[in-house]
C-alpha cells in the first residue's frame, strides 16, 4: 500500500510521540520521528516531509525554532501539538503561518482529521495532472500555499512534467538548486518562469 503522504512527528514527551506516530502510520501516512528540536531538523533535511508536527515548548530548540527552520530552509509545511494555548503563543503560531494548532490533551482521532485536511489543501495547490503540459495555474496569492508560493508552483510542474510524487518533485528541485549554487525559491522561480514563457509563445 502506498503512503499517504511523509510526516515528521516532534515531540520531546516518548509517550505522545509513540502514540502520534503509530496511530499516523496506521492510517496510512509514513511517519518520521523525533523527541528533540535538533534532530527533527536534520531528518527534515534528510528526508523532506511534507508536514510536520511539532511540540512547542522542548529543551533546546523549540518547536516555533524548529518551525521557523523548516519555512524557511526546507518549505514544509507544518502545525503545533501543544498544551499551551495563551494569546502571546497563539500570536506567534500565526506569525509563523502554520497550517494547524492542536491544544494538548488530544488523541489521535481528533489529529487525524487535521492532517488529512491539510493533506487536502496541499494536493489542491498543485496543478491538475490532466492539464496540457504548457498550462501554467496563476501563482497563489501571497501567503497561499504552507510550502511557499513559488516552490510550490515549480514542484507542480515537474510532477505534471516528469509524473513524480510531491516529494520526488521537492527533491529534485533541491538537488537542480544546489547544483547551480541558488536558493530553492531563486531555482524554482526560474522554473515557473520559463514555463509560463514556453506557455506565452505558445
Known amino acids: 500500500m502506498s503512503s499517504k503522504g511523509k510526516i515528521l512527528v516532534v515531540d520531546d514527551d516518548r509517550l505522545v510521540l509513540a502514540t502520534v506516530s503509530h496511530g499516523l502510520a496506521q492510517a496510512g501516512y509514513e511517519v518520521i ?7 527533527a531538523i536534520l531528518l527534515a533535511r534528510e528526508h523532506r516531509p511534507d508536514l510536520a ?20 530552509y526546507c518549505q514544509v509545511p507544518f502545525m503545533f501539538l501543544s498544551a499551551f494555548s495563551d494569546d502571546q503563543t497563539a500570536r506567534q503560531v500565526e506569525a509563523l503561518g502554520a497550517v494547524a494548532y492542536l491544544v494538548k490533551p488530544l488523541d489521535i482521532g481528533q489529529i487525524l482529521p487535521t492532517v488529512d ?7 489542491r495547490a498543485e496543478p491538475p495532472r490532466a492539464a496540457s503540459a504548457a498550462a501554467v495555474p496563476e501563482r497563489p496569492r501571497e501567503g497561499g500555499d504552507p510550502l511557499g508560493d513559488v516552490v510550490a508552483l515549480a514542484a507542480g510542474v515537474l510532477m505534471h512534467r516528469y509524473s513524480l510524487s510531491r516529494t520526488q518533485a521537492l527533491e529534485r528541485l533541491q538537488r537542480q538548486a544546489q547544483a547551480e549554487n541558488r536558493s530553492l525559491p531563486a531555482y524554482a522561480e526560474r522554473v515557473v518562469d520559463a514555463v509560463e514563457l514556453l506557455a506565452g509563445s505558445g
Not at 520521528?33 to 534532530?39: P, S
Request: aromatic share 8%; net charge negative.
Open 117 to 123: 485536511a491539510a493533506f487536502a489543501r496541499l494536493r
Open 53 to 72: 508536527l511539532l511540540d512547542i515548548r522542548m529543551e533546546g530548540k523549540s518547536g516555533f525554532d524548529v518551525a521557523a527552520y523548516l519555512r524557511e
Open 33 to 39: 520521528d523525533a523527541d528533540n528540536g535538533d534532530d
